[in-house]
């Protein structure tokens, strides 16, 4: 069973910045694309970014391009997803979430097994 620990949520400033980690269990971890979510009241929760196992690739929401990177640290197991310039529509629960199979990066939740509790991140303006 993989368990994954999201934390670095909390309430900043329009313009602030936050580093979000989630940590994993298991030994394959470098095996797998993970990606980061987020859910915000009464809508679907969509997909923010992802990176392969290796790193070698990532994909990043339009709404998030160019404020939000992704990266992670086999040796640690541990994903990050660095965000700047932060807004108030980035408002929302975020979910890190490891793929169910070993392929490239889904868009879909369908494509993820194993998901976080969730950490919230409030941006007031």
């Known amino acids: 069973q993989v368990q994954l620990v999201e934390s670095g949520g909390g309430l900043v400033q329009a313009g602030g910045s936050l580093r979000l980690s989630c940590a994993a269990s298991?030994?394959?971890?470098?095996?797998?694309?993970m990606a980061w979510f987020r859910q915000a009241p009464g809508k679907e929760r969509d997909i923010v970014a992802a990176?392969?196992?290796?790193?070698?690739?990532?994909y990043y929401a339009d709404s998030v391009k160019d404020r939000f990177t992704i990266s992670r640290d086999n040796a640690k197991n541990t994903v990050y997803l660095q965000m700047n310039s932060l807004k108030p529509e980035d408002t929302a629960v975020y979910y890190c979430?490891?793929?169910?199979?070993?392929?490239?990066?889904?868009?879909?939740?369908?494509?993820?097994?194993?998901w976080g509790q969730g950490t919230q991140v409030t941006v007031s303006s």
């Open positions: 298991g030994r394959t971890f470098s095996s797998y694309t």
């Open positions: 990176i392969t196992g290796s790193g070698g690739s990532l």
């Open positions: 979430a490891r793929a169910a199979l070993r392929l490239g990066i889904g868009l879909s939740t369908l494509r993820y097994e194993y």
